[in-house]
């Protein structure tokens, strides 16, 4: 599991998952992905307490995030213009951070807007190298926050899911809870948040027997590819400890994921505390799933809890 400078798990991380988890109590949840992904609850408050970490000035503007519906290959008119009207927004939001950053000469080298501020346009003649402009800076930042959102939040609710819909894995994971490394890798092959990817050739090229021209675009199909049985014997079995687990669930290459470590560790621990904290996890109604093209995850899960009684 990834770990801190000191080999720890992040104790923030930790501490917030067991405060929501302790409060569930027994209980049935009308909602598990309500449950797990608002403020108060498990993955988004895990995503959510990483990111601001991040960002380390402020609370990260949440209304700002939920916008990535936009990624979607056909949107209709009310969609596109809402993401629009969020995207100009969190540009404004963003503007003022960074203009106050830069007042205050204010610079983290251990902070990732920082590190991009001083690789910009907004560092003036101090930035060394091949420079972002002001406005890919800004659309980096929006573009890193929304991509470590959902799909992290996706990921735990499609992790719970295939827990419940595979008993016999939940309870060896359960009694087996230092397989929570390999099961993440397994949920990720499995139910990839992300399910379609895109790609535009730099030069012409071969894939297999086609040929493609230099500019063309490439839709990957992920969650296919994570399904192959040449590539994963048995592909559609759940088999928490696969080995050589190359799923594509995060790219690969220069263009592999920036936050899939950030991701594994939030999954495993959400997930390690959740099967740690419960004795049962149970559906209490039908799942009803979100039905986007590229990301997978839920819309509502009703499930039930018990907790362990000491």
């Known amino acids: 599991m990834p770990r801190n400078g000191t080999g720890e798990i992040p104790p923030p991380l930790e501490i917030e998952c067991l405060k929501i988890l302790w409060t569930l109590g027994e209980a049935n949840v009308k909602d598990v992905r309500q449950a797990l992904t608002e403020r108060r609850n498990l993955a988004y408050t895990t995503v959510m307490t990483v990111l601001d970490r991040l960002a380390r000035k402020g609370r990260v503007a949440r209304r700002k995030v939920g916008r990535s519906f936009m990624y979607e290959p056909v949107l209709s008119r009310e969609q596109f213009e809402g993401g629009v ?36 346009a907004f560092a003036g003649e101090s930035a060394q190298g091949e420079q972002l402009s002001k406005l890919e800076l800004i659309h980096n930042c929006i573009f890193l926050l929304n991509a470590g959102h959902e799909t992290t939040t996706n990921l735990i609710g499609n992790a719970v899911d295939l827990l419940i819909r595979h008993p016999q894995a939940m309870h060896d994971l359960r009694g087996h809870p230092e397989a929570i490394e390999t099961a993440v890798e397994e949920f990720l092959r499995m139910e990839s948040s992300n399910q379609l990817g895109n790609r535009r050739a730099g030069k012409d090229t071969m894939l297999g027997s086609f040929a493609v021209a230099a500019g063309s675009y490439v839709h990957i199909g992920i969650g296919a590819a994570n399904r192959d049985p040449a590539q994963f014997p048995e592909p ?19 263009h592999a994921c920036a936050g899939m470590s950030l991701a594994r560790m939030e999954a495993q621990v959400a997930i390690g505390r959740l099967l740690a904290r419960f004795v049962r996890i149970e559906p209490a ?26």
């Open 285 to 310: 109604g039908t799942p009803l799933r979100g039905n986007r093209a590229r990301f997978r995850g839920f819309k509502a899960y009703p499930v039930s809890f018990r907790r362990y009684v000491a």
């Open 236 to 254: 559609d079995r759940l088999d928490i400890r696969r080995e050589a687990n190359r799923h594509l669930a995060f790219g690969t290459g220069i």
């Open 85 to 120: 009207a969020a995207v100009a927004e969190f540009k404004d939001y963003l503007n003022h951070i960074i203009s106050r950053r830069l007042r205050d000469a204010a610079h983290d080298p251990a902070e990732i807007l920082s590190t991009l501020i001083g690789a910009s």
